[in-house]
T-cell receptor, first 118, second 112 residues
Framework: DTGVSQDPRHKITKRGQNVTFRCDPI?????LYWYRQTLGQGPEFLTY????????KSRLLSDRFSAERPKGSFSTLEIQRTEQGDSAMYLC????????????????FGAGSRLTVL | SQKIEQNSEALNIQEGKTATLTCNYT??????LQWYRQDPGRGPVFLLL?????KEKRKERLKVTFDTTLKQSLFHITASQPADSATYLC???????????FGKGTKLSVKP
């Protein structure tokens, strides 16, 4: 297993276009997360899946953003009608949900997909 | 709302010294707190996790403390090296079961 893979690594698009990012998590991980990071800021939580179910979405995730994980394996994050404010690094992470009551989620991140909206 | 503050945006120290980074949180009580390292252009990498019932955790040259009364975690790197230069992120567990909330990070620069 080569870790969490994200594609593409870089995307430049014009305002108003749609973009899609793909994330392939570590195969045995059942949880998958999307975060967004801008320069000088920490990662901001967008959404996460447990298997194929999307369990939580941040208020940051506007209607233009949609994420899917159709078979509980890879995930896609689509941004419709991109705006310049969407320019950021989009990070995907995965984890294995612990069955212990106090189990902790340790996240393994991919290298990210950098989006530039012109 | 939940808020995380990391003491400074940047910390410059001399090689061999101990670096101490601070993470303060307000408006919630996380069951655990994690520290991650992030290099430019890369995703964060997990370093250490400390639970609310643990006072201190160590891993090689790293040490983390967790004071639930002060709502603060301290992250120490002893005998720092230029290779330790990176941004360090504090991440207390969020209010839900799933997500982690990250601080803005502290950029550490270790000068030879």
């Amino acid at each position: 297993d080569t870790g969490v893979s994200q594609d593409p690594r870089h995307k430049i698009t014009k305002r108003g276009q749609n973009v899609t990012f793909r994330c392939d998590p570590i195969s045995e991980h059942n949880r998958l997360y999307w975060y967004r990071q801008t320069l000088g800021q920490g990662p901001e939580f967008l959404t996460y899946f447990q298997n194929e179910a999307q369990l939580e979405k941040s208020r940051l995730l506007s209607d233009r953003f949609s994420a899917e994980r159709p078979k509980g394996s890879f995930s896609t994050l689509e941004i419709q009608r991109t705006e310049q404010g969407d320019s950021a690094m989009y990070l995907c992470a995965s984890s294995l949900r612990s069955l212990a009551p106090s189990g902790a989620n340790v996240l393994t991140f991919g290298a990210g997909s950098r989006l530039t909206v012109l | 709302s939940q808020k995380i503050e990391q003491n400074s945006e940047a910390l410059n120290i001399q090689e061999g010294k101990t670096a101490t980074l601070t993470c303060n949180y307000t408006n919630y009580s996380p069951a655990y707190l994690q520290w991650y390292r992030q290099d430019p252009g890369r995703g964060p990498v997990f370093l250490l996790l400390i639970r609310e019932n643990e006072k201190e955790k160590r891993k090689e040259r790293l040490k983390v403390t967790f004071d639930t009364t002060l709502k603060q975690s301290l992250f120490h790197i002893t005998a720092s090296q230029p290779a330790d230069s990176a941004t360090y992120l504090c991440a207390p567990r969020g209010g839900s079961q799933g997500n982690l909330i990250f601080g803005k990070g502290t950029k550490l620069s270790v000068k030879p």
